[in-house]
């Protein structure tokens, strides 16, 4: 059964700071990875969608990389800001039974931006 | 049943045809959320309720889409005259609503297992 775990629950960074999110899934046999935005009273946003056969994915200040044999990505936030605030959620969609597939999320890392 | 369910599991319909898919959140849980994977593609944000109300409508892909719920409980997401691309996984997800001095916000979402729908 795929498991996926994200690392830290919650990170407060003071405005201008680098910082990177931790996400690790149990089954190296995935589909693709997902980086999602979640933010209050609001579904999720799509950041950056990396298919299995890609090492990493750059969209303005963000950059995910992959490690599938390792099982592990990460979400490199570049010169945050308060407007980055927000859960940060990882999925990973991989095979299973007879040609069906899962999603499976991370529970999730809150970053908190401070001005 | 503790979480999220759907129903159905899956449905094959044949292109034209209306399908009419079923989320029961926990309960509890006041904000619904729908949502849609396609293969090879992430997760699309379709539709959130806050209670019986839709405040983001923004991701419906189209006016073949709608979606209702009543009593602040079950949800049907309803697509009419359903096309090829429209075969999908459509997930469901609920959670709490927080209430504090910073406004309203939602807590972690938990997501059902989906519905396959696949049109011929």
């Known amino acids: 059964k795929q498991e996926v775990t994200q690392i830290p629950a919650a990170l407060s960074v003071p405005e201008g700071e680098n910082l990177v999110l931790n996400c690790s899934f149990t089954d190296s046999a995935i589909y693709n990875l997902q980086w999602f935005r979640q933010d209050p009273g609001k579904g999720l946003t799509s950041l950056l969608l990396i298919q299995s056969s890609q090492r990493e994915q750059t969209s303005g200040r963000l950059n995910a990389s992959l490690d599938k044999s390792s099982g592990r990505s990460t979400l490199y936030i570049a010169a945050s800001q308060p407007g980055d605030s927000a859960t940060y959620l990882c999925a990973v969609v991989s095979r299973s039974g007879a040609g069906s597939y899962q999603l499976t999320f991370g529970k999730g890392t809150k970053l908190s931006v401070i001005p | 049943g503790a979480g999220v369910s759907q129903s159905p599991s899956n449905k094959v319909t044949e292109k034209g045809k209306d399908v009419e898919l079923r989320c029961d959140p926990i309960?509890?849980?006041?904000?619904l959320y729908w949502y849609r994977q396609s293969l090879g593609q992430g997760l699309e944000f379709l539709i959130y309720?806050?209670?019986?109300?839709?405040?983001?409508k923004s991701g419906l892909p189209s006016d073949r889409f709608s979606a209702e719920r009543t009593g602040g409980s079950v949800s049907t997401l309803t697509i009419q005259r359903t096309q090829q691309e429209d075969s999908a996984v459509y997930l469901c997800?609920?959670?709490?609503?927080?209430?504090?001095?910073?406004?309203?916000?939602?807590?972690?979402?938990?997501f059902g297992p989906g519905t396959r729908l696949t049109v011929l």
């Open positions: 997800a609920s959670s709490r609503t927080l209430r504090g001095r910073g406004g309203v916000s939602t807590d972690t979402q938990y």
């Open positions: 309720f806050q209670g019986n109300s839709a405040p983001d």
């Open positions: 309960s509890g849980h006041t904000a």
